[in-house]
């Protein structure tokens, strides 16, 4: 468990019946969101697991696939007054571990060319850009912004 400002923060593990809560969240966070049949379908693919934590209500979560000897992360936000508190490091830490020892030996990401933040996060836990995928991302105007495609090997 995690505390932030003295405020408890639970992570359980999300299924399907969770994904209008993750829709919610993603809406939040992302000026593109996936809508409740994208994280309903996410569930339909074997090794994919998200993780929901909430303080007490969710605030933030993880949706990643694992096959064979790879780790993807599919999609992490925080809700912004949540953010800068530790709680996508815990769950990025939870995930990595999750997948080590499941036999995962890489992880890839990708992450919005310009999210410093996160590229920073991404960074500190041995992330290294690998590619950039050109106009990836979608913004609330109707440009788009490239992404970063970063990887790390696991323990």
């Known amino acids: 468990m995690y505390s932030r400002n003295s405020v408890p923060v639970t992570v359980r593990a999300a299924d399907k019946s969770d994904a209008d809560l993750l829709t919610g969240l993603h809406r939040k966070c992302f000026t593109s969101y996936w809508n409740s049949d994208a994280f309903s379908d996410f569930f339909t693919v074997s090794g994919t697991y998200a993780l929901l934590a909430s303080a007490p209500e969710p605030v933030a979560m993880m949706v990643c696939r ?23 490091r815990m769950l990025l830490k939870m995930a990595m571990d999750n997948a080590a020892s499941l036999g995962a030996t890489q992880m890839f990401l990708d992450v919005e060319d310009g999210n410093t933040a996160a590229v920073a996060l991404y960074q500190a836990f041995g992330f290294t850009q690998i590619s950039r995928r050109k106009l990836y991302y979608r913004q609330k105007d109707g440009s788009f912004t490239d992404a970063l495609v970063m990887t790390c090997k696991l323990a």
Not at 70 to 87: K, M
């Open 66 to 88: 694992l096959q064979y000897e790879q780790a993807d992360i599919i999609t992490l936000c925080v809700l912004p007054e949540y953010q800068r508190g530790g709680i996508a």
